[in-house]
């Protein structure tokens, strides 16, 4: 079994910053890719940053030069530091990881999710 756990969600202003953080535990082997998703209401979810094992980063345009994503190995979490946040950054954040369980299974993993609200 393998649980992400985010935390650092909530209430922020335009122009400020929050940081999310995603904790996997559980029946890990290894973890590759990682990344943040994030669903605002009446829309699909869509892909904010990923990660990948080597730490290669990929950023949606919409966030490129705000938000910085970045991971920590050792304690199998990924971070997403959000700057000059805007309105439209409003959504419920998720956390995604490829793991690769003690079974050697490949297997997606999803956070339960974390709401972010920026007021104007």
């Known amino acids: 079994q393998v649980q992400l756990v985010e935390s650092g969600g909530g209430l922020g202003q335009a122009g400020g910053s929050l940081r999310l953080s995603c904790a996997a535990s559980?029946?890990?082997?290894?973890?590759?890719?990682m990344g943040w998703y994030r669903q605002a209401p009446g829309e699909q979810r869509e892909l904010v940053a990923t990660?990948?094992?080597?730490?290669?980063?990929n950023y949606a345009d919409s966030v490129k030069g705000r938000f910085t994503i970045s991971r920590d190995n050792a304690k199998n979490t990924v971070y997403l530091q959000m700057n000059s946040l805007k309105p439209e950054d409003t959504a419920v954040y998720y956390c995604?990881?490829?793991?690769?369980?003690?079974?050697?299974?490949?297997?997606?993993?999803w956070g339960q999710g974390t709401q972010v609200t920026v007021s104007s």
């Open positions: 995604n990881a490829q793991i690769t369980t003690t079974a050697r299974a490949i297997v997606p993993f």
């Open positions: 559980g029946s890990i082997f290894s973890i590759n890719d």
């Open positions: 990660i990948t094992g080597g730490e290669h980063t």
